[in-house]
Antibody, heavy 119, light 110 residues
Framework: QVQLQESGPGLVKPSETLSLTCGAS?????????WGWIRQPPGKGLEWIGT???????YYNPSLKSRVTISLDTSKTQFSLKLSSVTVADTAIYYC????????????WGQGTLVTVSS | QSALTQPASVSGSPGQSITISCTGT?????????VSWYQQHPGKAPKLMIY???NRPSGVSNRFSGSKSANTASLTISGLQAEDEADYYC??????????FGGGTYVTVL
C-alpha cells in the first residue's frame, strides 16, 4: 500500500519561498510513475501545480511555471516542491500525489498540509 | 489554460441516477481519453473514482461510471446513496503536456 506524507512549514511570509517535501512509502519512486503536487485554496477547487516523472522530466502549470520547482530524491524516497515569491493567494492545502499510467490519474494522495502565507 | 466547466451543484434522491458533466476543448477532453474523476468529502483528500474516461479503480463501486462525447466527459452515479454526497472534480490531460481540473460539482442527496 502506497502512503504519501507531506511535511514543511505551515506558515510562510509573503515574498519568501514555500518548501514542502513528500515522503513516499510502500513504493520506490525511482521505479516509475509520476509524482506531483496539487493545491486547494480554502473553500475552493483543485489546482494542478506540477508533476515529475521518475526520469526527472518535469511538467508545470503555466500560471505557476516561473515560480515552481519540483524535484526527486530517490535515495530518500521523497520528492519536493518549491514555490518562490509567494503571496496570500498561495495560501492553500497542498497535496502530494502519485500519477499512475498517465499524468492525470492521481491514484494516491497525501492527507494534505495547509500552508498559510501571512506576515 | 482554462479550467474545465462543471455545474456547481447537482442533486438527486436516494436510489436515483445523476450525471455530472465536464466540458473542455479539443485540446484537452476532446483530444485524449485521459479524463479522471475524483470524489472529495469535507476535510478529506480527493479519491480517484474514474480514470481514462471509463475505468474504475479496484474498490470503487460499480454505481460510478464515466463516458465521453466530443469535448464533454460525464460521470454518472446510479442508485444514489447518502454517502455519495460530496464534491466531484474532473481532470484532463492537455496537448500542452499539462493537467487541468474542473471547478468542482457538489452532489446533494435529497
Amino acid at each position: 500500500q502506497v502512503q504519501l506524507q507531506e511535511s514543511g512549514p505551515g506558515l510562510v511570509k509573503p515574498s519568501e519561498t514555500l518548501s514542502l517535501t513528500c515522503g513516499a512509502s510502500g513504493y520506490a519512486i525511482s521505479s516509475g510513475y509520476y509524482w506531483g503536487w496539487i493545491r486547494q485554496p480554502p473553500g475552493k477547487g483543485l489546482e494542478w501545480i506540477g508533476t515529475i516523472y521518475n526520469s526527472g522530466s518535469t511538467y508545470y502549470n503555466p500560471s505557476l511555471k516561473s515560480r515552481v520547482t519540483i524535484s526527486l530524491d530517490t535515495s530518500k524516497t521523497q520528492f519536493s516542491l518549491k514555490l518562490s515569491s509567494v503571496t496570500v493567494a498561495d495560501t492553500a492545502i497542498y497535496y502530494c500525489t502519485r500519477g499512475r499510467t498517465t499524468m492525470v490519474t492521481f491514484d494516491y494522495w497525501g492527507q494534505g498540509t495547509l500552508v498559510t502565507v501571512s506576515s | 489554460q482554462s479550467a474545465l466547466t462543471q455545474p456547481a451543484s447537482v442533486s438527486g434522491s436516494p436510489g436515483q441516477s445523476i450525471t455530472i458533466s465536464c466540458t473542455g476543448t479539443s485540446s484537452d477532453v476532446g483530444f485524449y481519453d485521459y479524463v479522471s474523476w475524483y470524489q472529495q468529502h469535507p476535510g478529506k483528500a480527493p479519491k480517484l473514482m474514474i480514470y481514462e474516461v471509463t475505468n474504475r479503480p479496484s474498490g470503487v463501486s460499480n454505481r460510478f461510471s464515466g463516458s465521453k462525447s466530443a469535448n464533454t466527459a460525464s460521470l454518472t452515479i446510479s442508485g444514489l446513496q447518502a454517502e455519495d454526497e460530496a464534491d466531484y472534480y474532473c481532470s484532463s490531460y492537455t496537448t500542452s503536456y499539462t493537467v487541468v481540473f474542473g471547478g468542482g460539482t457538489y452532489v446533494t442527496v435529497l
